[in-house]
């Protein structure tokens, strides 16, 4: 990766910079294994503040480019990940991982909170991220935040779909998106069936609760006791309540 004229300017100053400046002033960038292959992750002194995966291992000098475009800050190489980021990546979850994430609105800031409490293995629809941020409306600006996701896999927005059961597109494209959840045991192919029978929530006569196909609680159900709902509305009208982990309720009907 080239140096960055800036860091070069600021190479050339005489006096000697306080201790932990040039740490406030550049990111640190490392390469390290993810789900998908090789990511690069940029990290300043608040966290990590952005990651790219790269499809074409040359595509990934441009990383520093981006970097730059984005947050206007330079890019020093890193000794070594950032405290957690590994168990992240090979979790899905970001727990213990500090994100600098001062650059997005609170809007942003608020799907991607939101994002991060779909579990591993789990999907839920853009109208549900909307609801839980108290935005039912703005299902379409939830999927602009999520293509704007400086922290893809850290906060899992392939875990976001489509209502009608499509995975939807992603910041890697939408094969990635299908390999990631495939990875974290989603049944698409499974879902496509469903949705191809306009089925979209699944209850079961045992519990009287309904859900979502991918709940654990879903998984659970045994095929005689397993009904299949369009809308909520439609499976609480059949005296099925809404199920208190994956909360399909907060999706409009």
Same mark, same amino acid.
């Given at each position: 990766?080239?140096?960055?004229?800036?860091?070069?300017?600021?190479?050339?100053?005489?006096?000697?910079?306080?201790?932990?400046?040039?740490?406030?002033?550049?990111?640190?960038?490392?390469?390290?294994?993810? =789900?998908?292959?090789?990511?690069?992750?940029?990290?300043?002194?608040?966290?990590?503040?952005? *990651?790219?995966?790269?499809?074409? =291992?040359?595509?990934?000098?441009?990383?520093?480019?981006?970097?730059?475009?984005?947050?206007?800050?330079?890019? *020093?190489?890193?000794?070594?990940?950032?405290?957690?980021?590994?168990?992240?990546?090979?979790?899905?979850?970001?727990?213990?991982?500090?994100?600098?994430?001062?650059?997005?609105?609170?809007?942003?800031?608020?799907?991607?909170?939101?994002?991060?409490?779909?579990?591993?293995?789990?999907?839920?629809?853009?109208?549900?991220?909307?609801?839980?941020?108290?935005? =039912?409306?703005?299902?379409?600006?939830?999927?602009?935040?999520?293509?704007?996701?400086?922290? =893809?896999?850290?906060?899992?927005?392939? $875990?976001?779909?489509?209502?009608?059961?499509?995975?939807?597109?992603?910041?890697?494209?939408?094969?990635?998106?299908?390999?990631?959840?495939?990875?974290?045991?989603?049944?698409?192919?499974?879902?496509?069936?469903?949705?191809?029978?306009?089925?979209?929530?699944?209850?079961?006569?045992?519990?009287?609760?309904?859900?979502?196909?991918?709940?654990?609680?879903?998984?659970?159900?045994?095929?005689?006791?397993?009904?299949?709902? $369009?809308?909520?509305?439609?499976?609480?009208?059949?005296?099925?309540?809404?199920?208190?982990?994956?909360?399909?309720?907060?999706?409009?009907?």
């Amino acid at each position: 990766m080239n140096q960055d004229p800036l860091l070069s300017g600021l190479a050339g100053l005489v006096a000697d910079a306080p201790e932990g400046l040039l740490d406030r002033i550049a990111a640190r960038w490392v390469r390290v294994e993810g =789900p998908l292959g090789e990511v690069s992750v940029a990290a300043t002194d608040q966290g990590v503040a952005f *990651l790219r995966h790269y499809d074409d =291992p040359a595509a990934a000098d441009g990383f520093a480019a981006e970097f730059r475009a984005r947050f206007g800050r330079p890019l *020093l190489p890193g000794d070594r990940p950032p405290a957690g980021l590994m168990p992240a990546l090979r979790k899905g979850k970001a727990a213990g991982l500090r994100l600098d994430l001062r650059e997005l609105s609170d809007f942003q800031r608020d799907v991607l909170t939101a994002t991060q409490r779909i579990p591993r293995g789990e999907v839920r629809p853009y109208a549900w991220i909307a609801r839980q941020i108290g935005r =039912p409306g703005a299902v379409r600006a939830v999927g602009t935040a999520l293509a704007r996701n400086p922290v =893809p896999l850290l906060v899992p927005c392939h $875990r976001v779909v489509r209502s009608d059961g499509a995975a939807g597109d992603y910041v890697f494209g939408a094969a990635a998106k299908e390999r990631l959840l495939r990875q974290e045991g989603v049944d698409l192919d499974g879902l496509r069936e469903l949705a191809e029978a306009n089925v979209f929530y699944l209850a079961s006569d045992t519990t009287g609760i309904v859900c979502f196909p991918t709940c654990h609680n879903a998984r659970r159900i045994t095929p005689r006791h397993r009904h299949g709902f $369009r809308s909520v509305a439609q499976a609480e009208s059949a005296g099925y309540r809404a199920c208190r982990t994956c909360r399909p309720g907060e999706v409009a009907a």
